[in-house]
């Protein structure tokens, strides 16, 4: 797995530009979305970002060793019993309800966030208690109020329009020095929604927050898998688990070191395709736990030799493209990545490994 840290940074610039208003901040949880989290934050800080999202207290605490004196968001909030934890490291939890509010008081001196739903129903104080509980924030120092919108990548839904009236009534409700919507795909919904402050995740790491649209993102991440045996086969042969795939003529089937176990999703199955080079290789069979099969009738022998790689995720065959094709999202492509790819870090500057 090769990371392109050069089109990481690329990539902030690029979302920064797009800002007509506010500032940039990065979402980097679940180790960076899978591509490594000490190198994406410490190219991220380079790159001028001040602030940082994760999901929980241990992506926190991890990423406070990473970058000692940036602001660190924690969406989860704050759970019972670990707003010392959360002060020692110097976190602003995202407040979710009233019970993290009132978690919070011992500590309210320090900063914190304040979620509020405006239409995703999973975390954040109801448009009620926006209303009838906004007393229990005084004293609390809320230095961001935030939302967040489910349709963002379908300009057209008129559930953003929604979402945004609901917001903007709601935050001022609230005293807070900033106020942020926006995830990726909303900062393209245009400057309406992009507040002081937008957090973008996906598209930091090459996915297209304009699903549809051509995709503004230089792409960060190639996936390569080793060839291990090739081997000739004709019908009536199968290839795989469950005999899915039956060779209907002779052909050359090459079985790569990668699996669902690697994150390879099973669902690429029958329908994944690999390049070698220039030439497209189509998955046949099923993908199985560490292997994965290819046919490779088409490709000339020069370019089969054992150990050889092959694209998975590469030039002509973006994430994207892999998620449409495993029926999934960029996002579960990333995310699923798996421990045993070696992984190298492309850069200008000096190493830091
Ligand atoms: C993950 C997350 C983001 C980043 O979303 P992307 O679509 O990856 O840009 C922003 N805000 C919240 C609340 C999130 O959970």
Redesign the pocket.
Known sequence: MTIDLRALAQNYQTLKNQLSTGKLAA?V?ANAYGLGVKEAALTLDKAGCETF?V?TLEEGIELRHILPATNIHI?HGVLPGTASELVAHNLVPILNSVDQIEEWRPKAEHTAGLHIDSGMSRLGLTPAECENEVDRLKGINIDLV?S?LACAEEPANPKNQEQLALFNGLKSLIPADQASLA???GIFLGPDFQFDLS?????LYGVNPMPGRSNPMAQVIRLQAKILQVRSVDTPQTVGYGATHQATKPAKIATLGVGYADGYLRSLSNTGTAYIDDYEVPVVGRVSMDLTTVDVTDVPDALLQTGRLVDLIGPHNPVDQVAAQAGTIG?EILTSLGQRYERRYISDGPSRA
Do not use: D, E
């Not at 957090?199 to 598209?203: L, P």
């Open positions: 979402v949880k999202f999901a969406f935030m967040h995830a990726s795909s957090r973008a995740g996906v598209a996002y």
